[in-house]
């Protein structure tokens, strides 16, 4: 089985920080990527960052969060982070982890999910 734990999440004032973190465990064979998504009420899930676990990929952000948001990895520790600066009201969302990784060498790889984090940005 894997696990994806989050953490990190909860109310903060419009332009506060937040750093969520995600560690993946279990019977992992590889990891290729991991990332965060988020959904807000009444919308559908998008993608707010990806970075690749193997060294020499590059990040990737949706349009919305470049310059204000961070991804970064421990792969020591099959763990990722978020870090979430200058905050703003449409920011709030459940933020998901997510980790496409692989089981076993013969098993194709596929996405496992977080349970999810409440962050809320309000004043």
């Known amino acids: 089985q894997v696990q994806l734990v989050e953490s990190g999440g909860g109310l903060v004032q419009p332009g506060g920080s937040l750093r969520l973190s995600c560690a993946a465990s279990g019977r992992i064979f590889s990891i290729n990527a991991m990332g965060w998504y988020r959904q807000a009420p009444g919308k559908q899930r998008e993608l707010v960052a990806t970075i690749p676990i193997p060294s020499g990929g590059s990040t990737n952000y949706t349009d919305s969060v470049k310059g204000r948001f961070t991804i970064s990895r421990d792969n020591a520790k099959n763990t990722v982070y978020l870090q979430m600066n200058s905050l703003k009201p449409e920011d709030t969302a459940v933020y998901y982890c997510?980790?496409?990784?692989?089981?076993?060498?013969?098993?194709?790889?596929?996405?496992?999910w977080g349970q999810g984090t409440q962050v809320t940005v309000s004043s």
């Open positions: 997510y980790a496409d990784l692989k089981l076993a060498r013969w098993i194709p790889r596929r996405d496992y």
